[in-house]
């Protein structure tokens, strides 16, 4: 019994870790331990997951009660495959941007509390992946505001000002939003613990037409989590005058707080909610089949517009940004389906699409600060030959954008075609012919940039040096996807058990609801 309950105790580790690192980021933010403290703490927070990972997959979920109140009266933690995909792929980023920032504070000579909020940014994140509770998931998600918010205005000049501003105010208005979501549900359900409110819901005994609205409402707030279309316009912005590293953790890992919140909320709670029968759309059909074409619709739109307007870009921060923007509807139509049919087969191409695209941007937003270090610039016109001084980075980048392109036997490649996959299996050649059609764009642009950034004509550039740790933070997260596509079966072992954890709910409730 002793060893359970420590075993139990596991589930909290990823929040601790980073929240502990963080306050000791504060004590040591004006010394040289500041930047020891922070990628030691990233190893540990790594550790700390693989052991709860370890755990999970060979024992089954893990769940903790704070406090010892029983569900659904407590504040419930809990970690399944789903749970434990994510922390694995947030962990791993995780020590890459701070080995990264490493180098790149020695280089901007200034800590200003960075680390800090890196990894109370970390802490949120695992907060959301693992909490059980609505409240509790809306606490983590301004954590991550919170901190994102500090990342962003780092260089505190006043483009970096302004957007953060910006980036606030919208994700504020969604706070707001999610808030009036939570308190509606609440009033209708009188529970906020997840299993709970499923299980409330499931037996059909409340007016389910304020739970369709506030699906719908919530919705829209994790759509602007995930940088969804017509929600999307903060993101370019952001990402193209963050710090490198920050952009790339927002761009590979924070967006994926709002897609895990999606796969969470609406395949736990609100699958076996029916649509009134006097509703003027999809009567008496799943909850889950309205979200499932708006987020369809949506998916389609952001994939598009995403992807024509990184064609249009002059500079690789710019370019990055939109194609981020894009590559998330590659994530949301097989989601979508997923929804609409239930799919195994369309969850686990978009779980595969999400690790393949959470590696893969990172490296290439990282890659992206180091050029524009190194050559004063970012503007596509202006660099050229440097496949010729700079091996390391023409490797890295060919690999984690032409991972995103689909090419074996990368990573991406196997996502892109579970992903076509889904669309051929549900029979939708709309879907199909909108995937097709991204791909090629995403070729187009990385073959555009790929060609005249490291095999134009040579120019000339007042070069400046960079650390050798941001260059093996780089080659940490190329070498990753270039190992899970040669050896891709215990990932595709380990995204199936998160896809059955996603649709299989009923072990997700008994596994909460036990405890009470």
Same mark, same amino acid.
């Given at each position: 019994m002793e060893v359970e309950i420590k075993m139990s105790q596991l589930?909290?580790?990823?929040?601790?870790?980073?929240?502990?690192v963080a306050l000791l980021?504060?004590? #040591?933010?004006?010394?040289?331990? !500041?930047? #020891?403290?922070?990628?030691?703490? !990233?190893?540990?927070?790594?550790?700390?997951?693989?052991m709860l990972s370890r755990r999970v997959l060979v024992e089954g979920p893990v769940t903790l009660q704070a406090g010892g109140w029983p569900a659904p009266f407590g504040i419930t933690l809990i970690a399944d495959s789903l749970s434990v995909l994510m922390l694995l792929l947030t962990s791993a980023v995780f020590v890459a941007v701070n080995i990264y920032s490493s180098g790149f504070i020695g280089q901007k000579g200034k800590r200003n509390g960075y680390y800090t909020f890196l990894h109370f940014m970390a802490a949120g994140m695992s907060g959301a992946f693992v909490t059980g509770d609505l409240f509790n998931l809306f606490v983590m998600f301004e954590i991550v505001l919170i901190s994102s918010y500090a990342l962003i205005a780092y260089t505190s000049d006043k483009d970096s000002l302004l957007v953060s501003m910006s980036y606030v105010v919208l994700n504020l208005i969604g706070s707001s939003l999610m808030l009036i979501s939570i308190g509606g549900l609440y009033a209708v359900t009188g529970t906020l613990n997840i299993a709970d409110m499923a299980s409330v819901l499931s037996q059909g005994s409340v007016n389910m037409a304020p739970v369709l609205a506030f699906s719908l409402l919530l919705f829209c707030v994790f759509g602007i989590k995930s940088g969804l279309v017509p929600f999307h316009f903060w993101a370019p912005p952001v990402y193209s005058t963050s710090p490198p590293p920050v952009a790339a953790f927002m761009a590979g890992i924070s967006k994926k707080v709002g897609i895990y919140a999606v796969i969470r909320i609406y395949f736990t709670v609100f699958s076996a909610v029916s649509i009134p029968e006097n509703a003027l759309l999809f009567a008496g059909e799943p909850v889950n089949t309205a979200v499932a074409y708006l987020a369809g619709a949506m998916a389609v739109a952001t994939l598009l517009l995403g992807g024509f307007s990184a064609l249009h870009?002059?500079?690789?921060?710019?370019?990055?940004?939109?194609?981020s923007v894009g590559q998330i509807g590659f994530i949301f139509i097989p989601l979508s389906i997923a929804m609409l049919e239930g799919s195994n087969v369309a969850m686990t191409a978009a779980l595969v699409y999400l690790v393949?695209?959470?590696?893969?941007?990172p490296a290439l937003f990282m890659i992206s600060g180091l050029i524009e270090r190194m050559t004063g610039t970012s503007k596509l016109e202006d660099l050229g030959g440097l496949s010729e001084s700079s091996i390391v980075f023409s490797a890295s980048f060919f690999i984690s954008a032409f991972s995103l392109v689909g090419i074996p036997p990368l990573l991406g490649f196997f996502g892109k075609m579970l992903v076509f996959k889904s669309a051929i299996v549900s029979g939708n050649f709309l879907l199909l012919t909108t995937l097709l059609a991204g791909a090629v764009i995403t070729l187009m642009y990385f073959s555009r940039t790929w060609l005249e950034v490291f095999f134009g004509e040579p120019v000339d550039y007042a070069r400046s040096e960079v650390s050798k740790k941001e260059v093996f933070a780089v080659a940490v997260l190329t070498v990753l996807i270039v190992v899970l596509g040669v050896g891709f079966e215990p990932l595709y072992q380990l995204v199936e058990k998160a896809s059955e954890a996603a649709l299989n709910t009923e072990v997700y409730v008994e596994t909460v609801m036990e405890e009470s």
């Open positions: 589930v909290v580790l990823p929040l601790i870790v980073p929240f502990i980021s504060i004590a #040591l933010r004006k010394t040289n331990y !500041s930047d #020891l403290v922070a990628v030691s703490g !990233s190893l540990a927070y790594l550790g700390a997951v693989i870009r002059q500079s690789i921060d710019r370019l990055l940004s939109y194609s393949s695209h959470g590696l893969a941007k």
